[in-house]
């Protein structure tokens, strides 16, 4: 059986976790932050905070970003459903603008059309996704969001070690906070690093990096020169005292969530990341091998030559007679998959009055694409059974 997608778990993750689970913490213990440390180091940015899975990342960036009931936030309706839900768990509007049918990519086109055509102030933010792997070209989004006072978050959940070149032909890699406020990464097992559930939110922002710490963690802070509560009250004593907050003392200052990530995981993460570039590496090359086996067939629309920067989460062709083709590679026990049925035309934003036609290009896009076995243990020899296997299809 090949998938489109596997997580690589080897003897050095497994003793990884062996060694997590005999010490003294299985959560909230110092190897989250050794995690969160490599991840930024890996990354590029200046913090990270791990989460417990990449919805919880978006949802706590919503919240640090102040999403307010009502406001509009533009997002592509290529996407998992939870790059547009986390604005709805804050009450907001999710406003779906459609891709560019070379890269898949939000069209920041279509964004700018969306601003234009509304007073200052309607929108508030854009949740650009860098889609199947290919990297967002932050720094155009970067300045149409300053130019309409937006902020931007990165859902980079399928281009970890992925990067765009940047105007000054620097690499600039998904996540590093140099353009978008916040990005968020998911761990799950057929993400580049998997720890089972898992997430992760980076940013430069420091204001932000402590408000998701907070968030995380119920809204509790144990940081003395954030408490709202007098000494006296807090040492339990006559109004007067004046002792230090006691050792025990912390305050729920906002509502917050018990998102928190827990240490066997980080474990698992740290040892999985060591291996994420050799990861990247084998998904260009089975990248490669795939454009190169369907470069002459006009009827299968591959992405153009190797992206520079793709971090491959997903290869995507589309094909005429799509359907048929799923059947046939599942009679042959190739599980590939389609990626996205449009976020836009799911029942629950139906309800919200989205309806067929308002997003020509994803949809038509939607029609013809199937995301083949992508991940880094595929072996050429399977590769080249449903290479093989494609072609029979359509001869
Ligand atoms: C996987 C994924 C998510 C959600 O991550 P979970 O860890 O499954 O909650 C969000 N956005 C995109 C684009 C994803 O691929």
């Given at each position: 059986?090949?998938?489109?997608?596997?997580?690589?778990?080897?003897?050095?993750?497994?003793?990884?976790?062996?060694?997590?689970?005999?010490?003294?913490?299985?959560?909230?213990?110092?190897?989250?932050?050794?995690?969160?440390?490599?991840f930024s180091k890996y990354i590029g940015c200046q913090y990270s905070?791990?989460?417990?899975?990449?919805?919880?990342?978006?949802?706590?960036?919503?919240?640090?970003?102040?999403?307010?009931?009502?406001?509009?936030?533009?997002?592509?309706?290529?996407?998992?459903?939870?790059?547009?839900?986390?604005?709805?768990?804050?009450?907001?509007?999710?406003?779906?603008?459609?891709?560019?049918?070379?890269?898949?990519?939000?069209?920041?086109?279509?964004?700018?059309?969306?601003?234009?055509?509304?007073?200052?102030?309607?929108?508030?933010?854009?949740?650009?996704?860098?889609?199947?792997?290919?990297?967002?070209?932050?720094?155009?989004?970067?300045?149409?969001?300053?130019?309409?006072?937006?902020?931007?978050?990165?859902?980079?959940?399928?281009?970890?070690?992925?990067?765009?070149?940047?105007?000054?032909?620097?690499?600039?890699y998904?996540g590093n906070g140099q353009?978008a406020?916040?990005a968020?990464?998911?761990?799950?097992?057929?993400?580049?690093?998997?720890?089972?559930?898992?997430?992760m939110i980076t940013t430069n922002?420091?204001?932000?990096?402590?408000?998701?710490?907070?968030?995380?963690?119920?809204?509790?802070?144990?940081?003395?020169?954030?408490?709202?509560?007098?000494?006296?009250?807090?040492?339990?004593?006559?109004?007067?005292?004046?002792?230090?907050?006691?050792?025990?003392?912390?305050?729920?200052?906002?509502?917050?969530?018990?998102?928190?990530?827990?240490?066997?995981?980080?474990?698992?993460?740290?040892?999985?990341?060591?291996?994420?570039?050799?990861?990247?590496?084998?998904?260009?090359?089975?990248?490669?091998?795939?454009?190169?086996?369907?470069?002459?067939?006009?009827?299968?629309?591959?992405?153009?030559?190797?992206?520079?920067?793709?971090?491959?989460?997903?290869?995507?062709?589309?094909?005429?007679?799509?359907?048929?083709?799923?059947?046939?590679?599942?009679?042959?026990?190739?599980?590939?998959?389609?990626?996205?049925?449009?976020?836009?035309?799911?029942?629950?934003?139906?309800?919200?009055?989205?309806?067929?036609?308002?997003?020509?290009?994803?949809?038509?896009?939607?029609?013809?694409?199937?995301?083949?076995?992508?991940?880094?243990?595929?072996?050429?020899?399977?590769?080249?059974?449903?290479?093989?296997?494609?072609?029979?299809?359509?001869?």
């Amino acid at each position: 059986m090949i998938p489109y997608g596997k997580q690589n778990i080897t003897q050095a993750d497994i003793d990884a976790v062996s060694v997590a689970l005999q010490g003294d913490f299985l959560t909230q213990g110092p190897t989250i932050l050794a995690f969160e440390q490599a991840f930024s180091k890996y990354i590029g940015c200046q913090y990270s905070v791990a989460v417990a899975n990449g919805t919880a990342a978006l949802h706590l960036s919503a919240l640090a970003l102040n999403v307010q009931p009502g406001q509009k936030i533009i997002t592509t309706p290529l996407t998992f459903a939870a790059s547009a839900n986390c604005i709805r768990y804050c009450g907001g509007e999710v406003v779906f603008a459609d891709i560019d049918p070379q890269t898949y990519l939000l069209d920041i086109q279509k964004v700018r059309t969306l601003l234009e055509a509304s007073p200052r102030g309607t929108y508030h933010g854009i949740v650009p996704v860098d889609f199947a792997g290919n990297a967002v070209n932050l720094e155009t989004f970067r300045k149409l969001a300053d130019e309409y006072g937006l902020w931007l978050l990165e859902d980079a959940c399928h281009a970890p070690g992925g990067f765009f070149t940047d105007s000054q032909d620097k690499k600039q890699y998904c996540g590093n906070g140099q353009y978008a406020d916040l990005a968020i990464f998911s761990f799950h097992p057929v993400k580049h690093i998997a720890t089972g559930e898992g997430g992760m939110i980076t940013t430069n922002d420091e204001k932000l990096y402590h408000k998701l710490l907070e968030l995380r963690t119920h809204g509790i802070t144990r940081d003395v020169s954030q408490f709202k509560n007098s000494k006296a009250f807090a040492a339990g004593q006559e109004v007067g005292a004046d002792e230090p907050y006691p050792g025990w003392y912390m305050e729920m200052q906002t509502l917050g969530y018990n998102y928190r990530f827990t240490d066997f995981q980080a474990a698992l993460g740290i040892s999985q990341l060591s291996r994420a570039n050799e990861g990247i590496e084998r998904r260009r090359a089975i990248a490669a091998r795939y454009q190169k086996a369907f470069a002459n067939q006009s009827f299968i629309k591959g992405q153009s030559g190797i992206v520079q920067g793709h971090a491959y989460h997903l290869y995507v062709i589309e094909v005429p007679n799509r359907l048929g083709l799923y059947n046939y590679l599942r009679t042959q026990q190739i599980f590939a998959q389609i990626h996205y049925i449009p976020c836009h035309l799911m029942p629950y934003y139906r309800d919200l009055g989205w309806t067929e036609g308002d997003l020509p290009v994803a949809e038509t896009y939607y029609k013809h694409c199937i995301s083949l076995p992508m991940y880094p243990t595929l072996t050429d020899e399977q590769q080249d059974f449903v290479i093989q296997t494609i072609q029979d299809f359509y001869v």
